[in-house]
């Protein structure tokens, strides 16, 4: 949308507050007894207080009315969102599957991963996540975001993170449909760059966050604030609208990215680089190099390796899987998986290209080449074991059972009387 501003950064010390309220922002304090033109003070704590300092998130608001004052909260239907990850026995096939998880919001440590598919605007009514936080990752049809924060215009190939506590609404323009990946108990952050050194990947600076922005209204009909809670969905009523917060700082924000920024590490002589050098966020687990989940993109490159059969590898993985895709056509299974599709390889079983993909790469020409023009595939990696819902396997009726064919033409090529050729 034109018009919209943003704070460029990620995970910085930033303030904002509305131009129409010019110096709203409290000068040298958090908490006056009186703040700027009567607003409220309100904290949003997304650490724990005594957190280290590097980990420490919070943010101040200073808003028209608190949002504290609202009608009781009442349970509301939950339609396919669930935390039952035992609606179905496990299967470890791979397969296309949609909606899937593990883990537990109540004890803080776990993901969800959720489909959206809307076509209409949320009018006098919000959502918020108590359980943990949204990245969102659009597919079709460009989605506004209103945040306490201010306003964001997110489009396919680009994300963004409402992290948990955050209340947003969101306007459509169409048919709109993605991807949503939830983490409990972490917060996503930058990967750790090694040896790759200071600069690669994904760079703060192109990270987006809103400029303050309110709306000062009454809305004796009713606002509806949905509120997810250990995976059940309650709502509540006020008489005015949550986006009411004319100034902040802080350094706990909703943000956005555009995926076309993602400074690409490749190896340029031969052989493999494991996927992980295409990691955009983290969500860090307790145990150092694992993580909860990893949102991990594949975007256009070059290939230039030599010697080296240059599509992922076959693989059995310590991690599961769930690859999706925005645009385009996946490298390793150009038929069949599908924008707006997904797919579920589970802990430790089998995957890695298609027939097709494995004959035509053993034999071609390895000159340097554009790798995934026109394409973005991305996957949510994840040391936990995920089930997949109910939804995911059997309501939404999208289940591909033929999937695995997608290997049958892999056929022999040894030969017990083949010697290396002299140089």
């Known amino acids: 949308m034109a018009g919209l501003k943003y704070m460029t950064g990620f995970g910085n010390e930033l303030s904002s507050e509305d131009p129409r309220c010019p110096g709203s922002l409290p000068e040298g304090q958090n908490n006056p007894q009186v703040c700027p033109y009567g607003l409220y003070a309100e904290q949003i704590s997304g650490s724990a207080f005594t957190c280290p300092r590097p980990a420490n998130k919070r943010s101040w608001l200073y808003r028209i009315i608190p949002s504290v004052k609202h009608k009781p909260f009442a349970p509301v239907p939950n339609g396919d969102l669930t935390e039952n990850w035992d609606e179905v026995e496990p299967d470890p096939n791979q397969g296309l599957h949609t909606v899937c998880g593990a883990g537990d919001a109540r004890s803080r440590n776990g993901i969800g991963i959720h489909m959206y598919m809307c076509n209409t605007s949320m009018v006098d009514r919000c959502f918020n996540n108590s359980d943990g936080d949204f990245l969102i990752v659009p597919q079709q049809g460009e989605i506004l975001i209103t945040t306490e924060f201010g306003k964001m215009m997110v489009e ?31 917060h996503f952050e930058l990967p750790d760059l090694g040896p790759i050194g200071a600069n690669g990947l994904a760079n703060p600076r192109d990270f987006l966050c809103p400029v303050a922005w309110y709306e000062d209204r009454q809305v004796s009909s009713g606002y509806t604030v949905v509120n997810k809670y250990q995976g059940k969905l309650f709502a509540c009523q006020q008489d005015f609208s949550p986006f009411n917060v004319v100034a902040w700082h802080g350094n706990y924000t909703p943000y956005k990215y555009n995926l076309k920024n993602f400074m690409v590490i490749n190896c340029v002589a031969f052989d493999h680089a494991d996927p992980s050098i295409f990691t955009v966020l983290t969500a860090k687990s307790t145990r150092p190099g694992v993580a909860i989940a990893d949102f991990v993109i594949f975007p256009p490159r070059w290939g230039v390796a030599d010697h080296t059969f240059r599509p992922p590898y076959y693989h059995r993985n310590c991690m599961s899987e769930f690859m999706g895709l925005i645009k385009g056509h996946y490298e390793a299974k150009e038929e069949g998986f599908q924008p707006g599709g997904a797919s579920l390889h589970s802990m ?76």
């Open 348 to 423: 430790m079983t089998p995957h890695g290209p298609d027939g097709d993909c494995f004959e035509k790469n053993s034999t071609s020409d390895l000159k340097p080449e554009r790798v995934a023009e026109g394409t973005m595939a991305f996957m949510f990696e994840s040391s936990f074991n995920m089930a997949v819902t109910k939804w995911g396997l059997q309501t939404c009726q999208r289940l591909d059972k033929s999937y695995y064919q997608c290997w049958e033409t892999l056929r022999s090529h040894f030969n017990p009387n083949w010697r290396p050729s002299k140089q």
């Open 156 to 186: 396919p190939n680009e994300i963004c993170v409402i992290q948990q506590g955050m209340r947003f609404s969101v306007d459509v323009f169409g048919q709109t449909r993605g991807y949503i990946l939830e983490v409990y108990g972490a």
